[in-house]
């Protein structure tokens, strides 16, 4: 079964600062990637998800990820944090299988506090 | 651009009472799923559809059920509901024609069962 691990339960950044939140996937197979935000009480909005050829994707709001397949990551990146980038991320995973309706697999979150 | 509709955004309810979610999927997309995710916790897949039918399931206790219409919209039905049902609960939609399983979110509905 495939997994999906976020080592940091919250990160503190300063407005300005760089990120990169981590993921890291369990799955036999390449699996397609995805990475969503969540702000308090809301819904789940797709950043950037990944499914094969290059690497480095690139998402809304400034967000980007590379996929390291030697080192099963998946890594969330963004070069200046907004104060209204303060909210949970989640990695998650799907399996691609034919026919629809997979499911994904979500990492426990990371919870993203800015400073101003 | 249209998103996915979900009703009612928040319910209370009776211990042992019964619940209907309603998931309006994106116009044309023909898979729903449903995830619950408790205080705190990432969303746990519950069950999914894809053109009508019965796709893939999680860990959704018996006394759920759910299906998909012929308009493609999905309702979850809860019954003999428990403390531990209260949750938010999301629907999520994906278009046809892929395997790629990008997934669209509701809002969420806000079950709290008292």
């Known amino acids: 079964a495939q997994s999906v691990t976020q080592p940091d339960i919250h990160i503190t950044v300063s407005e300005g600062a760089s990120l990169e939140l981590r993921c890291n996937y369990s799955?036999?197979?390449?699996?397609?990637l995805f990475w969503y935000v969540q702000s308090p009480g809301q819904g789940l909005q797709l950043l950037l998800k990944?499914?094969?050829?290059?690497?480095l994707v690139q998402g809304i709001k400034g967000f980007e990820a590379e996929f390291k397949r030697s080192q099963s990551s998946f890594n969330l990146r963004k070069p200046s944090v907004h104060w209204s980038d303060a909210a949970e991320y989640f990695c998650a995973v799907g399996l691609g299988l034919t026919g629809g309706g997979n499911k994904l697999t979500f990492g426990t979150g990371t919870q993203l506090k800015v400073e101003l | 651009a249209a998103g996915v509709i979900q009703s009612p955004r928040h319910l209370i309810k009776e211990k042992r009472e019964t619940a209907t979610l309603k998931c309006y999927p994106i116009p044309r997309h023909d898979t729903v799923y449903w995830y619950q995710q408790g205080p705190g916790q990432d969303p746990q897949f519950l069950i999914s559809?894809?053109?009508?039918?019965?796709?893939d399931k999680g860990s959704i206790p018996d006394r759920f059920s759910a299906q998909q219409f012929s308009d493609y919209h999905s309702e979850l039905n809860m019954s003999s509901l428990e403390l531990g049902d209260s949750a938010l609960y999301f629907c999520?939609?994906?278009?046809?024609?892929?395997?790629?399983?990008?997934?669209?979110f509701g809002p969420g509905t806000r079950l709290t069962v008292l």
């Open positions: 990944y499914f094969s050829g290059d690497t």
């Open positions: 999520a939609s994906s278009p046809p024609g892929t395997s790629t399983d990008t997934q669209y």
């Open positions: 559809f894809y053109e009508k039918m019965q796709s």
């Open positions: 799955y036999g197979a390449t699996p397609y």
